[in-house]
């Protein structure tokens, strides 16, 4: 079981939007430390997507975007395209355990 | 262009050991602290071991403490993980990743290498 908690799967029509949650405890997220997103398309490496909670490194479309309140982030992505289909993870760092923790993962499939 | 570049993986025995090496390239490797992460097939990702610029700090999953050593070669640019007493719960892909702190209050990910696979089973 994972530390921090996502839901399994989302769907949502191509050009809808959708959100992934990701929760956590006072022990990592609402500690205060930020939450990053990694995307892990079929067949390929887990690429970071989003850092810092909010944050798109150079080259990742606005159509995704990142958010944290309290224990919790979410990862939203807007105008969904069927290459978006893959699996999404959230990763922050627990000071209770002294370990860099991983949601269990998310499966987005674009209907 | 950032390259991470993971060898040393395979089949191994329960109770066997294995050295990964990664080689690095396209940044100055002595500046960042680096990581090792894995996937086991059809898993989600898990964190396994970090170690600082210089290698003087080290930190690992719980799971991993007293089996595994992460270490690096700053001269080589070369990161590597030893790991022994392997059980079949270690099979995985083992991932070499660049950590970066840049706008954020807590490490992140930034690049990852292709990986490689470690199977453990008789």
């Known amino acids: 079981q994972s530390v921090l908690t996502q839901p399994p799967s989302v769907s949502g029509a191509p050009g809808h939007r959708v959100t992934i949650s990701c929760t956590g405890t006072n022990s990592n997220i609402g500690a205060g430390f930020d939450v990053h997103w990694y995307q892990q398309l079929p067949r390929t490496v887990p690429k970071l997507l989003i850092f810092?909670?909010?944050n798109r490194p150079s080259g990742v479309p606005d159509r995704f975007s990142g958010s944290k309140s309290g224990t919790s982030a979410s990862l939203a992505i807007t105008g969904l395209q069927a290459e978006d289909e893959a699996d999404y993870y959230c990763q922050s760092y627990d000071a209770g355990l002294s370990a860099w923790v991983f949601g269990g993962g998310t499966t987005l499939t674009v209907l | 262009e950032v390259q991470l570049v993971e060898s040393g993986g395979g089949l191994v025995q329960p109770g066997g050991s294995l050295r990964l090496s990664c080689e690095a390239s396209g940044f100055t490797f002595s500046k960042y602290w680096m990581s090792w992460v894995r996937q086991a097939p059809g898993k989600g990702l898990e964190w396994v071991a970090n170690i600082n610029r210089d290698g003087s700090e080290k930190e690992y999953v719980d799971s991993g403490k007293g089996r595994f050593t992460i270490s690096r070669d700053n001269a080589e640019s070369s990161l590597y993980l030893q790991m022994n007493s392997l059980r079949a719960d270690d099979t995985a892909v083992y991932y070499c990743s660049r950590i970066s702190y840049k706008s954020s209050s807590s490490p992140y990910l930034a690049d990852w290498g292709q990986g490689t696979l470690v199977t453990v089973s008789s």
């Open positions: 810092g909670s909010t």
